[in-house]
C-alpha cells in the first residue's frame, strides 16, 4: 500500500466529516446527556418504546412490531466530527507535520476526551500510532474504530486500512491483504 | 641592649604565643567566613530551592455543546481562584451576566504550549454551551482553562513551594516586607544594629516578643540552614552570612530570594514555602493576583506561621493583618483611606479547616505511585516536573460527598454493624481508561490509609460477571441456557468438602443464565463455573486487566479472590469498553522545567475479550438495574439513564461492593470496617446506595454500545428462556444472542403473538411466575433483603 492512498483515504474521510451538512449526532444540547455523546446503538429494556436513536431510517414497520428485531442491519450515516474534535484533529495532524508527536497524541487526547465513541477518532490516533511505529497499537485502535462503527460503511473502511497498514508495516502481508479486500469492499458500497 | 637583655624570656614567649593565638584565631576567622561564604553562596546561587512535582487535575474544556450552565461554570472559576468583578480588565477576573460569562483566563504553560493571558466570551443556551468567542469577536470552537493545581510530590516532612519570578510579584508585597520587617533593608549591609538594640529594648518593656531585630537578609538564612536553636554561636554566624550576602549579591536578587524561601505554614507533612505557594495555600489563586488586605495577610503571617495561622486563629491574624496595614500607612507605602478599607475586608481565606482547598491526598498517592514506575525519587521530589493528572476536580468533589453521605446516613441508621464504616470510591472514564475520581477512605482530605489502593477485600459476587463471560466465551453458552441452581458438594484438595449457599438459602431449581447473574444466584453461578472450569474462569480475571490470574479454587466462583477497588475498576472498565483493555491512567503528561515533554503512560487499548460476549455480558449487567438486585436504585437514577453492574457482598457480610457503570463513567464503590467486622449490609444496602447518590449527581451518559454484527436481539422468557413475544407477560427480556441461535419457541406465546392476540390471552398470563424478592426496599435490613 502506497502511503499516498493512505493519507487519501484518511483525508478524504475527515474531509467527509468536516463537509457533512448533517449536524453532528443530533442530539439537543438540552438533553441530559452531553451533547458530545450522542446515543449510538439502541438499548431498549421497555418493549413497546422501541425506537432507535442511531438510524434515520425507522428501524421497525408499524407501531407494533410482528418480528421483535428486524434481521437485516439498518445503514448508518457515516460518522462526523463535531466542531470542537475537528480543530483539535487539524491541530493534531499540524502537530504531526512538524513532527511533535507527543502534542499531536495531546491534542487527540482531548479530542477522545470530548467525544470517546466518535470512531473517526480512533482512527486518526492509530494514524499516529503509526507515525510512532507503534504498530500494535494502531491496528488496536483500527478494530477499537470498527467497533464503533457498526453499518457505517466508510468509517469501517477507513478503519480497515489503517489496520491494513498496521500489519503491512510488521510484514503480515496475508492479513494485511485480507484487511485491504475489507477496506476496498466496504469502501465502494 | 640592657632593656633587652631584661626583657624576660617569658615576655617574650607570651607575647609570641599571642601572635600565635592571634593568628591562628585570624586564620580560624577566615576559616569559618570562607565555609559560611561558601556555605551560603552556594545554597544562593546553586540549585537554590529543591522543587517537588506540582500536579494539575484535568482542564476544564469549554466547547459548543458542552453540558455546563453559566452557574456552574461560574463555580468552577471560582474554583481556580478567579474574581468576580467589573471591569474584567485582567487574568484570573470574569463576569457572568445572566447566560453569558466574560473570563480573562490566565496564562498557561501546558505540556505542548504556553496558552498565552487573554479574554474569552462565553455564551450559554441553559445547561450547555452555546459558543465561545475570542478577543476580536472569533469564534473559538474549542477551549481550555488553566487547570487546578493539586498537590506537589514532596519528600516526607519536605518543604514545598511554588518559585515565583519578581515579574509574578505584586510590587506591593517587597514593600510592605521592608515597612514591617526591615525598614533600613535598602540600606544595611545585612545586619541592623540599631534595629537589634530597638527590638530588645521594645521586647524587655513589652515582656514579650513584639519586634524581632532580624533583617530580612538574617532571616532569609536562618531559613536556609532551619537551625531554630537560639544560641549566640548561631546568631554570630548568621550575621556573618547575611554579611556576605549583602557583599555578594544584588538587594533584589535577595528580596527574590526571601520571596520564594520564607516558612509561611503547615499542611499536614508538608512546609509550605514561599509567597508563591502560601498564596494558593490560603487564598487559592496566583500571587500576583491578591489585593492588598490579602498581601497583608501574608506579611503578618511571616512573624508567626502557627501562632498567626489564620484558619486556627482569625482573630489573632485578623488583628495582625490590621496593625500591618496601620503600619503600611504610617510608612507611606499605601494611602490611609485604601488601608482603612482593607481593614474592613474579610480575611478571605479558603476554608476547609485546616487544609489546602482541593487536597485530594488519595489521588495525589495514586500519581505519585505512577511516577514512581517511571521516575527516581529524587526527580520527583526536586527537580520540578509539572505533571498534568486525570484527576476531575468536580467529579471528585461529588465522589467525596456521596460516600460520605451515605456513610453519614449509615451511622444514623440505628443498626450498630454499619455504623463507624469506612468506604472507597474509584472512578474511571471507560473508553480512555482515565482514573477521574478517587476518595480512599471516610475522610476524604485525610493522608493515610488509602483503601483504594491499599486495602484487599474479597469481591463476593463482583467475580460472578467473570463466570458468565467465561460462559459465553465457551460458545456453549446464551443467556436463555438453563443451568440447575441446587446444592452442590465439592471435593477440596484438602479433603474438605465444600458446600456453598445462596443468600435466601434457598434453591431455585432450573433458571437461565439471565436470571442466575441478575439475582446473584451462588448455586447456579458455581455450577455454571464448574462446568465451564476454573481455568477459563481465571483466565477472564487477566484478559480484564489483572496482572495475575487468581488461584484456582472453585471458591474464585463466589468470589474469594482479594482484590483493591483499582483492580475491580480496572477489570469493569474492560467490560465497559466492549472488551477493549485500557490500562488506567492517572498521568496524562509530564514536563520539565523547561517545558520539555518527558515521559508519560500513553493511552493504549487492547482487544482483550470477544466483543460479541462481552455486549451479551453487558446487556445481562443492565437487568441487574431492571430485574435483579440493583432494581431498588432504578428510581433514584434519573428516568431513562441506562446503567449496568453488580452488586458484591463478601462472606458474614463484612464487605459491601458495588461495581457499575453509565456510558461515560465507570464507578466502583466499596464499603466495610478496617478490622474485617461484619457490617450487616449486602453490596445493595450498602455500597449500592453510595454509588447511585454519584452516578445521580454527575453529568453522564447512557450506556449504550453498538450492537456487534455477529449478534442479534430476540425476546425470551427470563425464567424459562423460552423464546417469546414482548407483549406476553412482563417477564419478557430482551437479549443479544449469536445470529442463528436456536431458542426452544413458548408454546402459549410464542415470539409471533401480536399485541392484540396477546391482549386476549392477558387473564392466562397472570399466573406467570412472579419475581421473588427482587423487591429489596433501598433501606431494608440485610435480613429482610433476601440476595446480596
Same mark, same amino acid.
Given at each position: 500500500?502506497?502511503?499516498?492512498?493512505?493519507?487519501?483515504?484518511?483525508?478524504?474521510?475527515?474531509?467527509a466529516?468536516?463537509?457533512?451538512?448533517?449536524?453532528?449526532?443530533?442530539q439537543?444540547?438540552?438533553?441530559?446527556?452531553?451533547?458530545?455523546?450522542?446515543?449510538s446503538?439502541?438499548?431498549?429494556?421497555?418493549?413497546?418504546?422501541?425506537?432507535?436513536?442511531?438510524?434515520?431510517e425507522?428501524?421497525?414497520?408499524?407501531?407494533?412490531?410482528?418480528?421483535?428485531?428486524?434481521r437485516?442491519?439498518?445503514?448508518v450515516a457515516?460518522?462526523?466530527?463535531?466542531?470542537?474534535?475537528?480543530?483539535?484533529?487539524?491541530?493534531?495532524?499540524?502537530?504531526?507535520?512538524?513532527?511533535d508527536?507527543?502534542?499531536a497524541?495531546?491534542s487527540?487526547?482531548?479530542?477522545?476526551?470530548?467525544?470517546?465513541?466518535?470512531?473517526?477518532?480512533?482512527?486518526?490516533?492509530?494514524?499516529?500510532?503509526?507515525?510512532?511505529?507503534?504498530?500494535a497499537?494502531?491496528?488496536?485502535?483500527?478494530?477499537?474504530?470498527?467497533?464503533?462503527?457498526?453499518?457505517?460503511?466508510?468509517?469501517?473502511?477507513?478503519a480497515?486500512q489503517?489496520?491494513?497498514?498496521s500489519?503491512?508495516?510488521?510484514?503480515?502481508?496475508?492479513q494485511?491483504?485480507e484487511?485491504?479486500?475489507?477496506?476496498?469492499?466496504?469502501?465502494?458500497? | 641592649?640592657a632593656?633587652?637583655?631584661?626583657?624576660p624570656?617569658?615576655?617574650?614567649k607570651?607575647? *609570641?604565643?599571642?601572635?600565635?593565638? #592571634?593568628?591562628?584565631?585570624?586564620?580560624?576567622?577566615?576559616? =569559618?567566613? %570562607? $565555609?559560611? !561564604? +561558601?556555605?551560603?553562596?552556594?545554597?544562593?546561587?546553586?540549585?537554590r530551592?529543591?522543587?517537588?512535582?506540582?500536579?494539575?487535575?484535568?482542564?476544564?474544556?469549554?466547547?459548543?455543546?458542552?453540558?455546563?450552565s453559566?452557574?456552574?461554570?461560574?463555580?468552577?472559576?471560582?474554583?481556580?481562584?478567579?474574581?468576580?468583578?467589573t471591569p474584567?480588565?485582567?487574568?484570573?477576573?470574569?463576569?457572568?451576566k445572566?447566560d453569558?460569562?466574560?473570563?480573562?483566563?490566565?496564562?498557561f504553560?501546558?505540556?505542548?504550549?504556553?496558552?498565552?493571558a487573554?479574554?474569552?466570551?462565553?455564551?450559554?443556551?441553559?445547561?450547555?454551551?452555546?459558543?465561545?468567542a475570542?478577543?476580536?469577536?472569533?469564534?473559538?470552537?474549542?477551549?481550555?482553562?488553566d487547570?487546578l493545581?493539586?498537590?506537589?510530590i514532596?519528600?516526607?516532612?519536605?518543604?514545598? *513551594?511554588?518559585?515565583?519570578?519578581? #515579574?509574578?510579584?505584586?510590587?506591593?508585597?517587597?514593600?510592605? =516586607?521592608? %515597612? $514591617?520587617? !526591615? +525598614?533600613?533593608?535598602?540600606?544595611?549591609?545585612?545586619?541592623?544594629?540599631l534595629?537589634?538594640?530597638?527590638?530588645?529594648?521594645?521586647?524587655?518593656?513589652?515582656?514579650?516578643v513584639?519586634?524581632?531585630?532580624?533583617?530580612?537578609?538574617q532571616?532569609?538564612?536562618?531559613?536556609?540552614?532551619?537551625?531554630?536553636?537560639?544560641?549566640?554561636?548561631?546568631?554570630?554566624?548568621?550575621?556573618?552570612?547575611?554579611?556576605?550576602?549583602?557583599?555578594?549579591?544584588?538587594?533584589?536578587?535577595?528580596?527574590?530570594?526571601?520571596?520564594?524561601?520564607?516558612?509561611?505554614?503547615?499542611?499536614?507533612r508538608?512546609?509550605?514555602h514561599?509567597?508563591?505557594?502560601?498564596?494558593?495555600?490560603?487564598?487559592?489563586?496566583?500571587?500576583?493576583?491578591?489585593n492588598l488586605?490579602?498581601?497583608?495577610?501574608?506579611?503578618?503571617i511571616?512573624?508567626?506561621?502557627?501562632?498567626?495561622?489564620?484558619r486556627?486563629?482569625?482573630?489573632?491574624?485578623?488583628?495582625?493583618?490590621?496593625?500591618?496595614?496601620?503600619?503600611?500607612?504610617?510608612?507611606?507605602v499605601?494611602?490611609?483611606e485604601?488601608?482603612e478599607?482593607?481593614?474592613?475586608a474579610?480575611?478571605?481565606?479558603?476554608?476547609?479547616a485546616?487544609?489546602?482547598?482541593?487536597?485530594?491526598?488519595?489521588?495525589l498517592?495514586l500519581?505519585?505511585?505512577r511516577?514512581?514506575e517511571?521516575?527516581?525519587?529524587q526527580?520527583?521530589?526536586?527537580?520540578?516536573?509539572t505533571?498534568?493528572?486525570?484527576?476531575?476536580?468536580?467529579?471528585?468533589?461529588?465522589?467525596?460527598?456521596?460516600?460520605?453521605?451515605?456513610?453519614?446516613?449509615?451511622?444514623?441508621?440505628?443498626?450498630?454493624?454499619?455504623?463507624?464504616?469506612?468506604?472507597?470510591?474509584?472512578?474511571?472514564?471507560?473508553?480512555?481508561?482515565?482514573?477521574?475520581?478517587?476518595?480512599?477512605?471516610?475522610?476524604?482530605?485525610?493522608d493515610?490509609?488509602?483503601?483504594?489502593?491499599?486495602m484487599?477485600?474479597?469481591?463476593?459476587?463482583?467475580?460472578?460477571?467473570?463466570?458468565?463471560?467465561?460462559?459465553?466465551q465457551?460458545?456453549?453458552?446464551?443467556?436463555?441456557?438453563?443451568?440447575?441452581?441446587?446444592?452442590?458438594?465439592?471435593?477440596?484438595?484438602?479433603?474438605?468438602?465444600?458446600?456453598?449457599?445462596n443468600?435466601?438459602?434457598?434453591?431455585?431449581?432450573?433458571?437461565?443464565?439471565v436470571r442466575?447473574?441478575?439475582q446473584?444466584?451462588?448455586?447456579?453461578?458455581?455450577?455454571?463455573?464448574?462446568?465451564?472450569?476454573?481455568?477459563?474462569?481465571?483466565?477472564t480475571?487477566?484478559?480484564?486487566g489483572l496482572?495475575?490470574?487468581?488461584?484456582?479454587?472453585?471458591?474464585?466462583?463466589?468470589?474469594?479472590?482479594?482484590?483493591?477497588?483499582?483492580?475491580?475498576?480496572q477489570?469493569?472498565?474492560?467490560?465497559a469498553?466492549?472488551?477493549?483493555r485500557?490500562?488506567?491512567?492517572?498521568?496524562?503528561?509530564?514536563?520539565?522545567?523547561?517545558?520539555?515533554?518527558?515521559?508519560?503512560?500513553?493511552l493504549?487499548?487492547?482487544?482483550?475479550?470477544?466483543?460479541?460476549?462481552?455486549?451479551?455480558?453487558?446487556?445481562?449487567?443492565?437487568?441487574?438495574?431492571?430485574r435483579?438486585?440493583a432494581?431498588?436504585?432504578?428510581?433514584?437514577?434519573?428516568?431513562?439513564?441506562?446503567?449496568?453492574?453488580?452488586?458484591?457482598?463478601?462472606?458474614?457480610?463484612?464487605?459491601?461492593?458495588?461495581?457499575g457503570?453509565?456510558?461515560?463513567?465507570?464507578?466502583?464503590?466499596?464499603?466495610?470496617?478496617?478490622?474485617?467486622?461484619?457490617?450487616?449490609?449486602?453490596?445493595?444496602?450498602g455500597?449500592?446506595q453510595?454509588?447511585?447518590?454519584?452516578?445521580?449527581?454527575?453529568s453522564?451518559?447512557?450506556?449504550?454500545?453498538?450492537?456487534?454484527?455477529?449478534?442479534?436481539d430476540?425476546?425470551?422468557e427470563?425464567?424459562s428462556?423460552?423464546?417469546?413475544?414482548?407483549?406476553?407477560?412482563?417477564?419478557a427480556?430482551?437479549?443479544?444472542?449469536?445470529v442463528?441461535t436456536?431458542?426452544?419457541?413458548?408454546?402459549?406465546?410464542?415470539?409471533?403473538?401480536?399485541?392484540?392476540?396477546?391482549?386476549?390471552?392477558?387473564?392466562?398470563?397472570?399466573?406467570?411466575?412472579?419475581?421473588?424478592?427482587?423487591?429489596?426496599?433501598?433501606?431494608a435490613?440485610?435480613?429482610?433483603?433476601?440476595?446480596?
Amino acid at each position: 500500500m502506497l502511503p499516498l492512498s493512505r493519507t487519501f483515504v484518511a483525508v478524504a474521510v475527515l474531509a467527509a466529516a468536516g463537509c457533512s451538512l448533517q449536524p453532528f449526532r443530533s442530539q439537543p444540547p438540552t438533553s441530559t446527556r452531553p451533547a458530545s455523546q450522542g446515543g449510538s446503538g439502541p438499548v431498549i429494556t421497555e418493549p413497546p418504546t422501541v425506537t432507535s436513536t442511531m438510524s434515520p431510517e425507522p428501524v421497525i414497520q408499524g407501531p407494533a412490531p410482528s418480528i421483535p428485531v428486524p434481521r437485516e442491519r439498518p445503514k448508518v450515516a457515516p460518522a462526523t466530527l463535531s466542531p470542537a474534535s475537528k480543530a483539535l484533529v487539524t491541530q493534531a495532524q499540524t502537530q504531526r507535520k512538524k513532527g511533535d508527536l507527543p502534542g499531536a497524541a495531546g491534542s487527540l487526547d482531548r479530542a477522545l476526551r470530548i467525544e470517546p465513541n466518535n470512531p473517526l477518532l480512533w482512527i486518526e490516533m492509530g494514524r499516529l500510532r503509526m507515525d510512532q511505529r507503534n504498530y500494535a497499537q494502531a491496528e488496536s485502535m483500527g478494530r477499537k474504530a470498527l467497533s464503533m462503527a457498526v453499518g457505517d460503511n466508510r468509517t469501517q473502511s477507513a478503519a480497515w486500512q489503517l489496520i491494513a497498514d498496521s500489519l503491512q508495516a510488521r510484514g503480515k502481508n496475508p492479513q494485511a491483504q485480507e484487511a485491504l479486500e475489507k477496506a476496498r469492499e466496504l469502501g465502494t458500497q | 641592649m640592657a632593656r633587652r637583655k631584661r626583657k624576660p624570656k617569658s615576655r617574650q614567649k607570651l607575647q *609570641r604565643g599571642f601572635a600565635i593565638i #592571634a593568628l591562628l584565631a585570624l586564620v580560624a576567622a577566615i576559616v =569559618l567566613v %570562607a $565555609v559560611l !561564604d +561558601r556555605r551560603v553562596t552556594q545554597q544562593f546561587e546553586g540549585r537554590r530551592w529543591t522543587l517537588p512535582a506540582r500536579v494539575y487535575a484535568q482542564p476544564l474544556e469549554l466547547y459548543a455543546g458542552q453540558n455546563l450552565s453559566s452557574a456552574r461554570f461560574a463555580q468552577e472559576l471560582e474554583r481556580l481562584g478567579y474574581i468576580a468583578r467589573t471591569p474584567v480588565d485582567r487574568p484570573g477576573t470574569f463576569r457572568r451576566k445572566g447566560d453569558s460569562v466574560d473570563v480573562y483566563v490566565r496564562e498557561f504553560r501546558f505540556s505542548d504550549e504556553t496558552q498565552p493571558a487573554q479574554k474569552l466570551h462565553v455564551g450559554f443556551d441553559g445547561e450547555a454551551i452555546a459558543a465561545l468567542a475570542g478577543a476580536g469577536g472569533a469564534d473559538v470552537p474549542v477551549f481550555r482553562l488553566d487547570p487546578l493545581l493539586i498537590g506537589s510530590i514532596f519528600p516526607i516532612h519536605g518543604e514545598d *513551594r511554588i518559585i515565583v519570578s519578581p #515579574a509574578e510579584v505584586p510590587p506591593l508585597l517587597p514593600e510592605a =516586607l521592608k %515597612a $514591617v520587617e !526591615d +525598614r533600613k533593608f535598602e540600606s544595611h549591609h545585612g545586619v541592623n544594629p540599631l534595629a537589634i538594640l530597638r527590638a530588645l529594648f521594645v521586647n524587655v518593656r513589652a515582656g514579650q516578643v513584639e519586634q524581632g531585630g532580624s533583617t530580612l537578609t538574617q532571616q532569609l538564612v536562618k531559613s536556609y540552614f532551619l537551625d531554630s536553636r537560639r544560641t549566640l554561636r548561631r546568631k554570630g554566624e548568621e550575621a556573618i552570612m547575611a554579611f556576605i550576602l549583602e557583599s555578594r549579591f544584588e538587594k533584589a536578587d535577595i528580596m527574590n530570594a526571601y520571596i520564594n524561601e520564607i516558612y509561611l505554614g503547615q499542611d499536614g507533612r508538608r512546609a509550605v514555602h514561599g509567597f508563591g505557594l502560601a498564596s494558593q495555600f490560603y487564598f487559592g489563586k496566583p500571587l500576583a493576583e491578591l489585593n492588598l488586605p490579602e498581601v497583608a495577610l501574608m506579611v503578618a503571617i511571616v512573624r508567626g506561621p502557627s501562632y498567626y495561622d489564620p484558619r486556627r486563629h482569625a482573630e489573632r491574624a485578623l488583628e495582625r493583618r490590621n496593625l500591618v496595614l496601620k503600619v503600611l500607612a504610617e510608612q507611606g507605602v499605601v494611602k490611609p483611606e485604601e488601608a482603612e478599607r482593607a481593614m474592613k475586608a474579610p480575611l478571605g481565606i479558603t476554608d476547609n479547616a485546616g487544609r489546602s482547598a482541593n487536597y485530594f491526598p488519595a489521588f495525589l498517592d495514586l500519581v505519585r505511585r505512577r511516577l514512581r514506575e517511571d521516575y527516581q525519587e529524587q526527580a520527583l521530589t526536586e527537580t520540578g516536573l509539572t505533571v498534568f493528572s486525570t484527576l476531575d476536580p468536580l467529579l471528585q468533589e461529588k465522589a467525596e460527598i456521596a460516600l460520605s453521605d451515605e456513610l453519614a446516613r449509615q451511622d444514623k441508621s440505628g443498626r450498630k454493624a454499619a455504623q463507624g464504616l469506612e468506604g472507597a470510591m474509584v472512578v474511571t472514564t471507560p473508553q480512555t481508561g482515565e482514573v477521574v475520581a478517587m476518595v480512599g477512605g471516610r475522610r476524604a482530605s485525610f493522608d493515610g490509609f488509602n483503601r483504594a489502593l491499599d486495602m484487599k477485600r474479597p469481591i463476593g459476587s463482583l467475580a460472578k460477571p467473570m463466570v458468565y463471560l467465561a460462559a459465553l466465551q465457551s460458545g456453549r453458552y446464551t443467556p436463555a441456557s438453563v443451568v440447575m441452581d441446587e446444592p452442590i458438594e465439592y471435593k477440596l484438595e484438602s479433603g474438605d468438602v465444600w458446600k456453598p449457599n445462596n443468600y435466601d438459602k434457598k434453591v431455585h431449581g432450573p433458571v437461565t443464565l439471565v436470571r442466575g447473574l441478575t439475582q446473584s444466584y451462588n448455586l447456579a453461578t458455581v455450577n455454571l463455573g464448574l462446568d465451564v472450569g476454573l481455568g477459563p474462569v481465571a483466565k477472564t480475571y487477566v484478559q480484564l486487566g489483572l496482572d495475575e490470574a487468581p488461584p484456582k479454587y472453585a471458591s474464585i466462583l463466589l468470589g474469594t479472590a482479594q482484590l483493591n477497588p483499582v483492580e475491580v475498576a480496572q477489570m469493569y472498565n474492560t467490560l465497559a469498553n466492549g472488551g477493549f483493555r485500557s490500562p488506567l491512567r492517572a498521568v496524562r503528561a509530564v514536563i520539565d522545567e523547561q517545558g520539555k515533554a518527558l515521559k508519560a503512560p500513553e493511552l493504549e487499548v487492547t482487544e482483550a475479550a470477544p466483543a460479541e460476549a462481552v455486549y451479551t455480558l453487558n446487556r445481562m449487567l443492565i437487568e441487574v438495574f431492571e430485574r435483579g438486585t440493583a432494581r431498588p436504585a432504578k428510581k433514584a437514577l434519573p428516568p431513562g439513564l441506562v446503567v449496568a453492574g453488580k452488586t458484591g457482598t463478601s462472606n458474614d457480610y463484612r464487605d459491601s461492593w458495588f461495581a457499575g457503570f453509565s456510558g461515560g463513567h465507570v464507578i466502583v464503590v466499596w464499603m466495610g470496617h478496617d478490622d474485617n467486622a461484619t457490617t450487616g449490609l449486602t453490596g445493595t444496602t450498602g455500597a449500592l446506595q453510595a454509588w447511585t447518590r454519584l452516578m445521580a449527581s454527575i453529568s453522564t451518559t447512557s450506556f449504550d454500545p453498538l450492537m456487534p454484527e455477529a449478534v442479534e436481539d430476540r425476546w425470551i422468557e427470563f425464567y424459562s428462556g423460552q423464546e417469546t413475544s414482548p407483549y406476553c407477560s412482563g417477564s419478557a427480556v430482551r437479549m443479544p444472542f449469536e445470529v442463528g441461535t436456536v431458542l426452544n419457541p413458548n408454546p402459549a406465546c410464542p415470539p409471533s403473538t401480536t399485541v392484540e392476540e396477546a391482549a386476549l390471552m392477558q387473564p392466562l398470563l397472570q399466573d406467570a411466575p412472579n419475581e421473588e424478592g427482587v423487591t429489596v426496599p433501598a433501606d431494608a435490613a440485610p435480613q429482610t433483603s433476601n440476595r446480596p
